[in-house]
């Protein structure tokens, strides 16, 4: 929790810092910018974005969880405001990445949205990367405009200040000497040409330009003049940049701290939109990293490399509160480990302890920040009541039980009370064994894993003192109140003056599901049918 009454960011020659102020309050950094944008806009607009040039990794998910909860917190706030999602699908593609087929060597320098589909299912390069990526978005309900780079250049959007960046090029040249440290290229272009035979960026001719012709001449031999209105050129980054916020009139944005370091993109943003363009820069969002975590690990992630871990295989996985619930609990500046092994049981059991502490009123201090981050992970649409709340841990060992969304409940009937779920409990809790589902097929440790087998496996040996065991615990089993507890004491009581407790819980294990040691027994054995534990317990005592 920050706790100040006003929060700024500010952007110097070196690094970009948190100011706290002296009068504080409790507020989530969300609403504290969100504060700050409501004050110095009457019509927000938040900007995030991407460049699909390659495989969406998870780590791209945290600019538009922030984007939105910065959207939700304004909107809260009763302004009008909205959030887009620029597409860079006008970028070329650089090279042939490891995981493209070798024919895509032909269109390195083309722009992806210009690139045929690797697949043959999308309408080309750009869209085929985007697009798993923007149902994972969608499904994290991100409120947010679709906005395709190539299509604003086509409908001559970029226009106005593209002719502003050629007649201003010294200028343009200057800023980025003095903002970057290196030295001042004469010959610097910011405005590429795109060659109408070759279809790739290629050199302009300054020197010949009247708007809104400009000269070009390309590697292939091509020469001839484009029409800057059209989509025959695009502007470098660092100028398209501060051009989108003038289109845009952009409020505030979140963007990667490789930007926001010093002589970064940002900092020239910040000169070209105000002493070029006359704009004024965004309120900046700069936010660190995720980290993909295995196995205690760090795995590094990037387009260009591929990932273990895509942004839609986040959301099949973690249930969409929870995903928004992980980024939002760490400030911007605080990198994010992303733990898809048992690390997510631990992220939902945590979303599901703070849930309780905000209708309970009752959390520590230390608690606050992430009280608050689970409202926002709502978008600030809390539930009226606490919804219902099965053990994420239990759930994964309930999924494993049953085939099908109807078994679960069935098997969830044994020891919890579902009589008064609500619809909104059963869609959330349905979300949640799908999730389940694909990390169990896709990425769980191979050490969470089972299934109860048919019957009791033809390929364990057991002793006399199992089977002894078995006898007598079916007969504890038969009168006993069918809840965990009452297992518990019947498993140890049958256990202790033969196989001793370790014995009887490997004894168990490989009757049930054919290993040594599977999930916690005594809840594990009251979510099934009394009967079906007692005909294997006889089975096995033969």
Not at 21 to 38: G, N, P, S, T, Y
Not at 121 to 131: E, S, T, V
Request: charged share 25%; proline share 5%.
């Amino acid at each position: 929790m920050l706790w100040l009454s006003r929060y700024s960011i500010h952007a110097t020659e070196t690094h970009f810092y948190y100011t706290y102020m002296e009068d504080l309050i409790r507020m989530h950094w969300a609403d504290v910018i969100a504060q700050e944008v409501a004050d110095t806009c009457e019509h927000p607009l938040i900007a995030t974005g991407i460049s699909p040039t390659g495989i969406i990794h998870v780590g791209s998910l945290r600019e538009a969880i922030t984007g939105e909860s910065i959207r939700s917190a304004v909107a809260s706030k009763g302004k009008d405001v909205r959030l887009i999602y620029l597409i860079d699908s006008f970028d070329p593609l650089r090279k042939r990445y490891e995981f493209l087929p070798e024919e895509y060597e032909k269109y390195v320098g083309m722009p992806i949205c210009m690139i045929p589909c690797p697949c043959g299912k999308h309408d080309n390069y750009a869209h085929h990367f985007i697009q798993p990526f923007l149902d994972a978005v969608d499904s994290l309900e991100v409120h947010c405009e679709i906005v395709w780079t190539h299509e604003l250049y086509a409908k001559g959007e970029f226009a106005k200040w593209i002719d502003m960046t050629i007649n201003k090029r010294q200028e343009v040249i200057q800023i980025l000497h003095e903002v970057t440290g290196k030295d001042a290229d004469p010959n610097f272009s910011p405005y590429d040409p795109l060659c109408p035979d070759c279809g790739r960026f290629c050199k302009a001719n300054y020197d010949t330009y009247e708007f809104p012709n400009l000269e070009y001449s390309c590697k292939c031999g091509s020469h001839g003049k484009i029409d800057i209105r059209k989509m025959e050129g695009k502007l470098k980054w660092r100028l398209e940049w501060p051009a989108k916020w003038m289109i845009f009139g952009t409020s505030a944005e979140p963007f990667g701290k490789d930007h926001a370091a010093a002589g970064g993109s940002y900092d020239s943003g910040k000169r070209i939109v105000s002493e070029i363009f006359g704009g004024k820069a965004p309120y900046p969002i700069p936010y660190e990293f995720v980290q993909l975590k295995s196995g205690g690990q760090i795995v590094q992630m990037h387009k260009s490399l591929g990932s273990a871990v895509t942004g839609l295989d986040a959301i099949n996985m973690t249930p969409p509160e929870v995903l928004n619930y992980l980024f939002l609990r760490s400030q911007p500046n605080r990198a994010i480990d992303y733990d898809y092994g048992m690390g997510l049981l631990d992220m939902a059991d945590e979303y599901d302890r703070m849930e309780r502490a905000y209708f309970s009123k009752e959390f520590t201090e230390a608690e606050e920040n992430n009280v608050a981050a689970y409202v926002i992970a709502q978008h600030n649409h809390v539930p009226e009541q606490l919804p219902l709340q099965i053990s994420y841990r239990h759930l994964v060992n309930v999924v494993q039980m049953t085939k099908d969304f109807d078994g679960v409940m069935q098997v969830l009937g044994r020891t919890e009370d579902m009589s008064k779920a609500t619809d909104f409990d059963i869609k959330r809790l349905q979300v949640r064994v799908d999730c389940i589902r694909f990390w169990l097929a896709n990425f769980a440790p191979e050490n969470v894993k089972f299934s109860i087998q048919e019957s009791v496996p033809e390929n364990i040996e057991l002793s006399a003192d199992e089977k002894a065991y078995f006898k007598a615990l079916a007969a504890l089993f038969k009168d006993i109140e069918w809840n965990a507890e009452h297992i518990n004491a019947a498993v140890t009581d049958a256990a202790k003056d033969g196989i001793g407790n370790k014995g009887a819980f490997k004894a168990m294990y490989k009757i049930l599901i054919g290993k040594n040691m599977g999930p916690r027994l005594g809840p594990f054995l009251a979510s099934m049918d009394r009967q079906f534990v007692l005909d294997r317990l006889e089975q096995a005592a033969q």
